[in-house]
């Protein structure tokens, strides 16, 4: 942990995109294996990788250090504060966000994208706020600023996992993408 601390000291918005990647990658592996693929899609979990740490850990560390700003309170009422604006207005903008970036990674025309968010986007926000706020509030009460991106990256192995199978639920599964793991 304490290399971690100096790498977020150093480096704080690179370490938090490669944990973010890291960590979008494995729970993409974790969904392929729930969904009892036959085959391993390694272009589908190097895409969620990328979007993890291309999409979710910058966009992560620029919010989070704003709410800190915004509402810079170590209150309970501060906490709160966060978590209502994190739920309210980032938690629909990272899930479109993820969408659209998974159908653009997967040469989707804009209709397609559009019709998969028409489709996932309020399912998926009802079961974030069926999860993601008790988290966030613990998250801004307890949890210094720097490491708040880890502790959501550590809880968001599992939702990861469920967005990377939500994302993919109806998609065919190219062969050539796929590496045989029987």
Sequence with gaps: MSMYSRLLTSHPLLTKSVTSGVLFAVGDVMAQGIEKQPQWNWRRTCRLGLIGGVFAGPSLHMWYGTLAKAIPSPTMQGALGRMALDQTFFATFFISGFFSSVGMLEGQSVEQIKGNLREQLL???????????????????????????????????????????????NHAKPQEEAVDLS
Excluded at 161 to 166: F, K, N, P, Q, W
């Design 123 to 169: 399912p998926t926000l009802t079961t974030n706020w069926m999860i993601w706020p008790g988290v966030m509030f613990l998250n801004f009460f307890y949890t210094p600023v720097a490491y708040q991106v880890l502790v959501v990256n550590t809880v968001a192995l599992g939702w990861n996992t469920y967005l990377a199978h939500v994302s993919h639920k």
